[in-house]
C-alpha cells in the first residue's frame, strides 16, 4: 500500500522553476513532522527541507533561499517549491512523514513513510 504520492517532477533547463506536490489518503500531514529528500544520481539521499507540525522549516544550505516547503492542511498536500534550479539538483525527490515532532536534524531514520518519488531533471 502506497501512503505517500509524489507528483510534479519534470525536465527543466537551469534557471527554471518547479514545484512538487505530495499527496496522502491515509497520513493526516498536520499531525507529523513532513519532509523532503534528494537523491541525485549515483549518491546517497539526503534529506533538504522540512516542516513541523507548527509550520517551521528548516532548509539544509543546498537549497536554502531557492527551494521553500509548505504544506495545506485542509488539502492534506505538501509542497516543495524549487527555484533557481541547479544541474546538481537533478535526482529523486521523495516525501516523507516522520513522528509527531521532527528530528534533530532532516534524516532519513526520523522519517517512517516514504513515497516512491518523482524524477526532476535540470539540463544546463
Known amino acids: 500500500q502506497v501512503h505517500l504520492v509524489e507528483s510534479g517532477g519534470s525536465s527543466v533547463q537551469a534557471g527554471g522553476v518547479l514545484r512538487l506536490f505530495c499527496g496522502s489518503s491515509?497520513?493526516?500531514?498536520?499531525?507529523?513532522?513532513m519532509g523532503w529528500f534528494h537523491q541525485a544520481p549515483g549518491k546517497e539521499r539526503e534529506g533538504i527541507a522540512d516542516?513541523?507540525?507548527?509550520?517551521?522549516?528548516r532548509y539544509a544550505d543546498s537549497v536554502k533561499d531557492r527551494f521553500t516547503i509548505s504544506k495545506d492542511n485542509a488539502n492534506n498536500t505538501l509542497y516543495l517549491q524549487m527555484n533557481s534550479l541547479k544541474f546538481e539538483d537533478t535526482g529523486i525527490y521523495y516525501c516523507?512523514?516522520?513522528?509527531?515532532?521532527?528530528?534533530?536534524?532532516?534524516?532519513?531514520?526520523?522519517?517512517?513513510?516514504w513515497g516512491r518519488g518523482t524524477q526532476v531533471t535540470v539540463s544546463s
Open positions: 516523507a512523514a516522520g513522528g509527531r515532532y521532527c528530528g534533530r536534524w532532516i534524516e532519513e531514520p526520523d522519517f517512517g513513510v
Open positions: 491515509t497520513i493526516t500531514f498536520s499531525r507529523y513532522c
Open positions: 516542516i513541523d507540525v507548527d509550520g517551521k522549516t
